[in-house]
């Protein structure tokens, strides 16, 4: 997917100049936007969007929110120097499916951003129905009892890893490495951070959630 369509959206000139120099050089289709309001200018659907934070026009956060409710199952990079865990946290709420912080390694920024499209195509698999809840990969919409419920990208990506083996235990490593990178650094708070995000979203007001945890284990997506 080299001719993926990547948005950049980044203030730093050399940061910027240098990057979508090097993203051109990589045969991707890439843009570059200074601000907030020039991201919104930029035509086209991205694939994947590499975003900074600290933007003149306000927080990158609001930007990621507003480009995943206008683009389904887009992948965001967030690059930024601010590595709080509760920034991290913040980012990932938005909706970002990496976290890169600066400064950064190119090397290893290019791998990411591979590595953020591969999960974009391999992604597509068939519809997966577990008792009343419904997962299409396809659309990346999930239902439960007939009625669709709106999940972030990476809620939706561990939902669908869960899927894969309902009624079996998935190991907390084997979801750390599926559903984010592998050499993701920031511990594995982030995988229950995002289960009680989903246990909210698909649980029934009342009796035992959908997702069990096998403590030290992992998790499991209970067969009905
Ligand atoms: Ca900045």
Known sequence: MSDASIWLVEDDR???AALLRTLLAEGYRAQWAASIAEARALEGVPDLVVLDRGLPDGDGLGLCR?????????????LTARTDE?????????GA???VAK?????????????????GVVGRQQAVEV???????????????GEEVLLRPKEFDLLARLADE?????????????????????????????????????????GPSRITTVRGVGYRLERP
Not at 86 to 94: M, P, T
């Open 14 to 16: 050399s940061i910027g």
């Open 66 to 78: 507003e480009l995943l409710e206008q683009h389904a199952g887009l992948r965001v990079l967030m």
């Open 86 to 94: 509760i920034d991290v946290v913040l980012g990932f709420d938005a």
């Open 97 to 99: 499916t990496d976290y």
């Open 103 to 119: 400064p950064f390694r190119l090397a290893e920024l290019l791998a990411r951003i591979r590595a953020q499209l591969r999960v």
């Open 131 to 145: 008792g009343d809840l419904q997962l299409d990969p396809g659309s990346r919409r999930v239902h439960v009892a």
């Open 166 to 206: 309902p009624g079996s235990v998935v190991r907390r490593e084997t979801l750390m490495s599926d559903v984010w990178d592998s050499h993701w650094f920031g511990g594995t708070k982030t995988l229950d951070v995002h289960i009680a995000a989903l246990r909210r979203r698909i649980d029934p007001t009342h």
